[in-house]
Structures are given as C-alpha cells and as structure tokens.
C-alpha cells in the first residue's frame, strides 16, 4: 500500500507555513512520500496534527477509517493563568490547551513530544496515556546554519543577542530579563556590552527599555529574514535565550549550529538541550510559575564564563548541534511515528 501523510497545521499557524512543516516537507520531498493538508482525503494513511486542530469531526473520521494519528506536542499555555489579560485571550487559551488534550486522550495513536521536558508536564498535568511515545527534538539544516561564513563577534566590545519572533505582551519579559543581564555586565562587571535584539518589538516597548537603562547599548535588529538567522548568530558572542518553559526552541538549536553558545535559566527544555559544553544554564532562583523575577548575578556571571572562554564554548555548542539535532535525525524520528520508513 502506498504512504500518503497529511500535515494539519497547528492552530495558532493561520496564513503561512511553519518552519517544522517547511522541514518535515523537505524530508518527505528527498524520502518520496507524498502528501496533502486535506483530512478527507482517501489515499491518506497517516495523519500528523502539529499541536491541535479544530477539525476534530475530520480526524475522528479519519480514525475510524483506520488512518493512524499522530500527535506532535510541545508546551501548553499558561502565562494566561498568571498575568492579568483580556477574557478573549484567557478563554482562548484555555479552549485550545483542551483541545490540544482531547486529541491526546481520544484520537492520537501515537505521540511526539519536543522534549522531555514537555512529554513530563503532559504526563503531570493530564496524566500518562497508554501509548506509543518518543522524544523527538527539532531539527535543523546543518549545511545553512553553519560557523562558515565571513561574518565575526565584534573584538571591541561583547555583543549579546536576543531572538525571539515578537516580544510583545508576556514575550516582553524577556527583553527585560536581557537589559538586567546586560546592565550588569556592564556596570557589575565592567563590560562593554551591545544588547542585539532580533525580533518585532514596539516603538512603546523599545522606549521603555530605554528608560529601564538609558546607558545601555541597544541594537535594534527588528524583523528579519529566516535566511539571515545564521549571519547574525555567527556576528554575537552569546545567544540569551529568554523564552520561558519551551519545549524546544528553535532559536537556540539554529545558535549552537552557527557555533553560537547558549545563556539561559533552567526553565523549560533549556538544560535537556543546552549540554556538552554547549553554554550554560543557571538556576532560574525564584519561582518561575509565578513569574516572578529571576535571580540576575548568576545569570551574569555565566554570561562573563562563556565570553572569556569564547572560542571553546563555541566549538562545542556546533558539536552538540551536529550530534544532536540535525534535520535527518528529527525527520527520521516522525517518519518511524508515521510508520512511513
């Protein structure tokens, strides 16, 4: 029988497709398996739901068609129940967590989890299914986010980058966990030091920044292209992974390809993916949960342990990447949950 997969984008990804989907299309394309987006069509055998779908009717009646289901899993949103927010976003939120959790008690056959770290907040919160299960990182093209390139870290002065698609909203902690740890690099430990942010940010959350450090360099890289991700990874010295409790970011897998080292606090996948020598992950200090505000020497002080070692953390962060997260490894891993290879 021939494999037909079809690929149900996950909910929040409306008008365009995912990174994940561009590379697990990439893998399908070289493996010579076809596939569709159309949950009614009849030469599917198999079914990959990124995160959920509102189009529960259409896989429950893709199950009974004996279609296998796959479900890929990352985190669940939370943020929600701790900051204040309109009721729209809070009962959005909500509805697409149970979502998500319906099609992994009801319609799932199968279960990729990002990380460890999500498959065990999945199993805490809405208890262990009885299903076939794996770890399956991201990936990412070795070939295009590589050391290689003409692009070098400043020599005077130590550049800091931040990437993250919006900060904007709960995202804007972030950037302001990165001011404090830049602010004290520099009056704590006499740095000079460039805050490089990649991102969409405000023009009323860039003025806000500036007020919380009016001395601090700030970069404001703003919205870029994909394809120049790897040229700004090689041109920092230290990626600061500000992304609370994910399950595996993508921002720091493309960081250690590019040789780029990792600063982060023990939340989330960070310490699962981070090892090796890879960078350094730090106690977050405080309970996080809450959202309340980390603890900033010892991130600092991390910080200042990567940039006088440089060059070794940087060889070791493209060794992790080539050991651990390469493109083949994660499509591998989805086609044996599809059982298409």
């Not at 299960?133 to 005077?156: A, C, K, R, S």
């Not at 990165?178 to 602010?183: D, N, R, T």
């Not at 740095?191 to 490089?196: A, D, G, P, Q, R």
Request: charged share 20%.
């Amino acid at each position: 029988m021939n494999k037909q997969i079809c690929l149900v984008p996950k909910l929040s990804g409306l008008g365009g497709t995912s990174s994940f989907q561009a590379k697990l299309i990439q893998g399908l394309n070289a493996c010579g398996i076809p596939y569709t987006f159309d949950l009614k069509d009849p030469g599917n055998t198999a079914v990959l739901v990124v995160g959920g779908t509102r189009q529960l009717w259409q896989l429950w009646r893709a199950k009974q068609r004996g279609v296998r289901i796959v479900q890929r899993l990352n985190g669940m949103n939370w943020v929600h129940r701790v900051e204040k927010t309109n009721l729209s976003f809070f009962l959005r939120s909500e509805i697409n967590n149970r979502i998500l959790a319906f099609i992994r008690r009801h319609l799932a056959d199968d279960i990729v989890y990002q990380s460890n770290f999500s498959r065990d907040w999945w199993n805490r919160v809405w208890g262990e299914r009885p299903l076939p299960h794996q770890v399956t990182y991201n990936g990412v093209d070795l070939g295009q986010y590589t050391p290689i390139g003409p692009e070098t870290p400043p020599t005077d002065h130590y550049r800091i980058l931040l990437v993250e698609g919006r900060l904007i909203g709960a995202y804007a902690r972030g950037l302001h966990m990165a001011i404090k740890l830049a602010e004290a690099l520099r009056t704590g430990h006499g740095l000079s030091v460039e805050l490089m942010v990649v991102g969409l940010v405000s023009d009323e959350i860039k003025a806000h920044a500036h007020s919380l450090a009016p001395n601090l360099w700030l970069n404001w890289g703003g919205v870029v292209p994909r394809e120049d991700i790897p040229a700004i990874d090689r041109a920092a010295h230290v990626l600061f992974s500000t992304d609370l409790n994910a399950a595996c970011p993508n921002s720091v897998i493309e960081a250690m390809a590019c040789g780029l080292p990792i600063l982060a606090y023990d939340t989330g996948a960070l310490a699962e993916i981070v090892q090796d020598g890879a960078g350094e992950v730090v106690p977050y200090g405080a309970d996080l949960w809450q959202l309340e505000d980390p603890q900033v020497p010892p991130l600092a002080g991390a910080c200042r342990k990567i940039l006088q070692d440089n060059p070794a953390y940087r060889q070791r962060a493209r060794a992790r990447a080539q050991a651990v997260f390469s493109l083949d490894q994660m499509v591998a891993g989805y086609l044996a949950a599809l059982e298409v290879k």
